[in-house]
């Protein structure tokens, strides 16, 4: 059985930068591709970016040219490269394949 676990959120300034990580067991992420999604405070979980299992991506378009997604050699580890951050982008990130979740990790963007 898959499980995700997310790691690298954190408190950053406005035009900061942070990586997240999505870290897979019992699946490669070569195979069966992931999504990211966030969800802001009092809102909606939202997707947020995809990298498909051939390697193609898209992104939601506010977070297009500032996110990028990659995975590392082995395919377990997928991460959100995460440039020029906006308050609005602040929020639980999550990790999801297969129909599973991460538990998430917390991104908060300061003014």
């Known amino acids: 059985q898959v499980q995700l676990v997310e790691s690298g959120g954190g408190l950053v300034q406005a035009g900061g930068s942070l990586r997240l990580s999505c870290a897979a067991s019992?699946?490669?992420?070569?195979?069966?591709?992931m999504t990211w999604y966030r969800q802001p405070p009092g809102q909606q979980r939202e997707w947020v970016a995809g990298?498909?299992?051939?390697?193609?991506?898209n992104y939601e378009d506010s977070v297009k040219g500032r996110f990028a997604i990659s995975r590392d050699n082995n395919g377990y580890t997928v991460y959100l490269q995460m440039n020029d951050l906006k308050p609005a982008d602040t929020g639980v990130y999550y990790c999801?394949?297969?129909?599973?979740w991460g538990q998430g990790t917390q991104v908060t963007v300061s003014a």
């Open positions: 019992g699946r490669s992420f070569f195979r069966n591709g």
């Open positions: 999801k394949m297969l129909g599973v």
């Open positions: 990298l498909a299992a051939g390697g193609a991506t």
